[in-house]
C-alpha cells in the first residue's frame, strides 16, 4: 500500500498537503492488516464450527454480518455485544481515530444478520445518539471497563450501535439510522 508520511503523520497521497512528496511502502500497516484479517476470519470459523463455546469472550461475543457500504457483499465481524432488552449494542472501536468497516458498512445499510450461539436473527441497527448514547456508554463502561480506555485514546466520539430484532414487513430503510428511535419508527409504520 503506497503512502506518502509527513513527520509522523500519514497522508493518504492524493492529498496536496505540504510539499515535496514522499512515497512509502509501508509493509509493517500490510501485514498487520492482513494479519487482523485473518485472525478475524479465523474467529468465524471457530465461532461457527463450535457454536460459539471455544471463542466467546465471557459470552459476550456474536457474529453479525452486515453488507459492505461499497461491494454490496456480505461481511461477517466477530464483535463483543452486550445485551440489550430483545437486542445487543456494540461499539465502533476499533482502538484508534477511525471507525471500522463493519460501522460504515451499518450505517450504509441496516439490515443485518446477528449469530449467537448457533441461532441466527435478522435485526436492524442504527446509531444511539444524545441521552440514549450516553445511559448504554455508561452501562457499556460498567460491565467492561476497558472501552474508557478507546474513549481515552482518540478525541472522536465513539459510535454505539443498537442492534434491534427486524419487524418483519419493514424495511430497514424506513427509519434514519442515527435517528436514535429506530423501534418506534418501526412500531409507528407497522400500526398504518
Given at each position: 500500500?503506497?503512502?506518502?508520511?509527513?513527520g509522523?503523520?500519514?497522508?493518504r497521497?492524493?492529498?496536496?498537503?505540504?510539499?515535496?512528496y514522499?512515497?512509502?511502502?509501508?509493509?509493517?500497516?500490510?501485514?498487520?492488516?492482513?494479519?487482523?484479517?485473518?485472525a478475524?476470519?479465523?474467529?468465524?470459523?471457530?465461532?461457527?464450527?463450535?457454536?460459539?463455546?471455544?471463542?466467546?469472550m465471557?459470552?459476550?461475543?456474536?457474529?453479525?454480518?452486515?453488507?459492505?457500504?461499497?461491494?454490496?457483499?456480505?461481511?461477517?465481524?466477530?464483535?463483543?455485544?452486550?445485551?440489550?432488552?430483545?437486542?445487543?449494542?456494540?461499539?465502533?472501536a476499533?482502538?484508534?481515530?477511525?471507525?471500522?468497516?463493519?460501522?460504515?458498512?451499518?450505517?450504509?445499510?441496516?439490515?443485518?444478520?446477528?449469530?449467537?450461539?448457533?441461532?441466527?436473527?435478522?435485526?436492524?441497527?442504527?446509531?444511539?445518539?444524545?441521552?440514549?448514547?450516553?445511559?448504554?456508554?455508561?452501562?457499556?463502561?460498567?460491565?467492561?471497563?476497558?472501552?474508557?480506555?478507546?474513549?481515552?485514546?482518540?478525541?472522536?466520539?465513539?459510535?454505539?450501535?443498537?442492534?434491534?430484532?427486524?419487524?418483519?414487513?419493514?424495511?430497514?430503510?424506513?427509519?434514519?439510522?442515527?435517528?436514535?428511535?429506530?423501534?418506534?419508527?418501526?412500531?409507528?409504520?407497522?400500526?398504518?
Amino acid at each position: 500500500m503506497l503512502r506518502r508520511t509527513i513527520g509522523a503523520r500519514e497522508v493518504r497521497p492524493w492529498r496536496p498537503e505540504g510539499g515535496f512528496y514522499t512515497f512509502v511502502v509501508e509493509l509493517e500497516m500490510s501485514w498487520l492488516t492482513t494479519l487482523q484479517r485473518w485472525a478475524s476470519q479465523a474467529h468465524v470459523w471457530m465461532y461457527r464450527k463450535t457454536g460459539g463455546r471455544l471463542v466467546s469472550m465471557g459470552h459476550r461475543l456474536v457474529l453479525v454480518t452486515t453488507t459492505g457500504a461499497k461491494s454490496h457483499e456480505p461481511r461477517t465481524s466477530p464483535l463483543v455485544a452486550f445485551a440489550n432488552s430483545e437486542g445487543w449494542v456494540v461499539v465502533a472501536a476499533a482502538g484508534g481515530d477511525h471507525s471500522p468497516g463493519w460501522y460504515h458498512n451499518m450505517v450504509a445499510n441496516a439490515d443485518v444478520i446477528v449469530e449467537r450461539n448457533a441461532s441466527k436473527k435478522r435485526m436492524v441497527a442504527y446509531e444511539a445518539v444524545g441521552p440514549e448514547r450516553e445511559a448504554l456508554w455508561e452501562r457499556i463502561i460498567a460491565e467492561e471497563p476497558s472501552f474508557a480506555s478507546f474513549q481515552r485514546k482518540t478525541e472522536r466520539v465513539i459510535p454505539v450501535m443498537v442492534l434491534e430484532p427486524a419487524v418483519v414487513g419493514i424495511s430497514p430503510a424506513a427509519a434514519p439510522v442515527t435517528s436514535g428511535t429506530r423501534a418506534r419508527a418501526n412500531e409507528e409504520g407497522s400500526k398504518t
